[in-house]
C-alpha cells in the first residue's frame, strides 16, 4: 500500500502579511537546528522527503520560489489557484490516483519530523483517518485511507476535510510531539536566526 505525503502549500498566508511579514510566508527564511538557513517550505519539505515516502506538492503558480524548490529536490507539483485547502487537498488527491493513502499536511508545519510521518502512515493501515494530537490538541499530517477518495475529491472551501473529520470515525494518535500542533503563521513565529 503506496502512502504518500500531500503538502498543502497553495495559500496565500495573509495573516502572514498583516502582521508585517514581506511576501508569502512559505517563502520566508529562518536558519534550522544546524543553522542552515531556508525558506520555511524547504525544511518542511526535507522533514517530509526525509520519511522516504512519496510526496506531492499543491502549490499556487505564482509561487515561482515554492516551484523551484520542488525542482531542485524533483518533487511532483500540482499547480492549483487555490480558492481554499479543500481544492487543495482534492487537486493533489486527484493527481495521485495510485496512492492508496494521503498524509495532508501543511506547508507552514516544518516542525513535524520524519518519524512521525511513519507513525501516521503506518496507523493509517489499521484506521480510515488518523489524526496526531498532543493532549487535547488535533494536529498534522491527518491521514486519509483509500476509502475516501472520492470525498476527499469532492472538497472545496477554506475548511480543508473538517466535514470529513467530523463525519468519520478519526483515529487519535497520542503523541509528545508539540511539532505536531505547531505551524507559523505569523512573522514572530519564525525561529530566529542566530
Known sequence: MTTGILIAAAGRGE????AGGQGNKLNAEFADA????????EHTLRQALASGLPVRVVTRPDNLQVQRVCGAYQVPVTLLASAGLGESIAAGVAATPHWRGWLVHLADMPFVTPDIFLLVADALQRHPIVRPCVGQLPGHPVGFSAL??????????DNGARALLQEEAVYLLPLDRAGVVQDIDLPSQLPASE
Open 34 to 41: 544546524a543553522g542552515l538557513q531556508r525558506p520555511l517550505f
Open 15 to 18: 495573516r502572514f502579511v498583516r
Open 148 to 157: 475516501l477518495r472520492k470525498s476527499l475529491c469532492r472538497l472545496r472551501g
